[in-house]
């Protein structure tokens, strides 16, 4: 039965993330190998050639290693590395491991006609955004748990920024699913690596963690009919705009709100 689930999931990434030229780049967060009781992965990743997502900012430096290993369709050892990408993430995404911190180091698979150095050059470059007032921030867009919680945040010509010269960006939400979110396809040098985010922008950034937080407690209910983390997504920011504008109570009561919410399925905060 796994092995059914494995190979449905494998055909979709197959599928979206080498589609167009038969090779995409795995994206690989290593500052949480130290975190995870599985290793396996790592020791892989060692034998390929990777490039390393280097942040000209001084503070970001040596405190995110991320790394891109190009994957091709016709090679057994990165058809070696792929399978146990898959694995990995999804082994990533049992609830006991999220509670105890292990984190998901399995980003996005990514297509591209990028190389490596210039994909490994944009990801660092829209990682670190400036905003007013505020001054930088590192956007952890390419976290998977990040990613689709963003995507409600930002706005279309903003979407469009981040996933310039980008064919398919390929990722495993919190259920399990794949999800290709489709980039312009270019291949074109930028001039610039803002999104134009505005202090509002950043708070509503700021709540991507409370949204998995949220998440995380649904996830372990046993509810008929239970939403998917995209519907659960959109109706949690509309809800805790309302939430935060209204009352300013502890972590736990946004939690236990937010639950109600998903599990009404509905904005019954505006009855």
């Known amino acids: 039965m796994y092995n059914d689930f494995f190979q449905n ?13 038969g090779r995409c780049f795995l994206l690989i967060d290593s500052s949480l190998k130290q975190y995870q009781s599985d290793v ?19 503070e970001f430096r040596g405190t995110l290693p991320l790394y891109l290993f190009s994957l091709t369709t016709n090679d057994e050892k990165d058809e070696e590395l792929f399978n146990s990408s898959i694995y990995h993430s999804l082994n990533e995404l049992r609830i006991e491991r999220l509670a105890s911190g292990e984190g998901r180091s399995v980003c996005a698979w990514i297509s591209t006609e990028l190389t490596g150095e210039q994909l490994a050059e944009q990801i660092a470059l829209f990682s670190v955004q400036s905003i007013q007032s505020v001054g930088d921030i590192l956007l952890r867009y390419f976290d998977p748990s990040v990613f689709s919680p963003l995507m409600c945040v930002l706005d279309s010509w903003q979407k469009q920024q981040l996933l310039s010269n980008i064919d398919t960006w390929t990722y495993l939400n919190g259920d399990g699913v794949v999800h290709a979110v489709d980039g312009d396809g270019e291949c074109k040098r930028k001039l610039n690596y803002s999104l134009g985010l505005t202090a509002s922008d950043l708070e509503e950034i700021n709540r991507v963690s409370i949204v998995n937080n949220i998440l995380r407690a649904y996830r372990k209910m046993n509810v008929v009919d239970k939403l998917s983390e995209c519907e659960a997504v959109k109706l949690l920011y509309p809800a805790l705009r309302y939430f935060y504008s209204s009352f300013s109570l502890s972590d736990n009561d946004i939690t236990e709100f937010g639950l109600d919410v998903l599990l009404s399925q509905r904005p019954f905060y505006l009855d």
């Open 9 to 21: 999931i494998k055909i979709k990434i197959t599928n979206a993330a080498f589609g167009k030229s």
């Open 40 to 58: 396996f992965l790592y020791d892989l990743l060692e034998k390929h050639d990777s490039y390393s997502v280097t942040f000209h900012q001084s």
